[in-house]
């Protein structure tokens, strides 16, 4: 009983996690916040929701493991390749952003 009240806690969590990632799609201002926030919420979501499957179902707890792994790794490197496919194509910065550290580093690149 203990053991399907945690992993349906953190099927709670996830979806907490995956609301809020919503909300920053929804939130910011230009793609590349909404590349930041919707990873690093969607990535700790997913974890969460597939960790709670998981321990509700310890058959199949191998198994989240790996695809919780393979989440991590992946989700930052497709949001970086994303990020940087539109910085190269052209998609303007928010006109609030502060520094543009990217632009910097290609000016450097070009000299």
């Given at each position: 009983?203990?053991?399907?009240?945690?992993?349906?806690?953190?099927?709670?969590?996830?979806?907490?996690?995956?609301?809020?990632?919503?909300?920053?799609?929804?939130?910011?201002?230009?793609?590349?916040?909404?590349?930041?926030?919707?990873?690093?919420?969607?990535?700790?979501?997913?974890?969460?929701?597939?960790?709670?499957?998981?321990?509700?179902?310890?058959?199949?707890?191998?198994?989240?493991?790996?695809?919780?792994?393979?989440?991590?790794?992946?989700?930052p490197?497709?949001?970086?390749?994303?990020?940087?496919?539109?910085?190269?194509?052209?998609?303007?910065?928010?006109?609030?952003?502060?520094?543009?550290?990217?632009?910097?580093?290609?000016e450097?690149?070009?000299?």
């Amino acid at each position: 009983m203990a053991q399907k009240t945690i992993g349906e806690i953190f099927l709670i969590i996830g979806g907490i996690f995956m609301f809020l990632a919503s909300l920053g799609l929804l939130r910011m201002p230009d793609v590349y916040n909404r590349i930041q926030t919707s990873t690093k919420a969607v990535t700790l979501g997913a974890m969460s929701s597939i960790l709670g499957a998981g321990i509700i179902h310890p058959a199949w707890l191998s198994k989240c493991v790996l695809i919780m792994l393979f989440l991590l790794f992946t989700n930052p490197v497709s949001a970086h390749a994303i990020g940087r496919a539109a910085y190269k194509t052209g998609v303007k910065l928010w006109e609030g952003s502060i520094c543009d550290q990217y632009g910097e580093h290609m000016e450097d690149e070009n000299e």
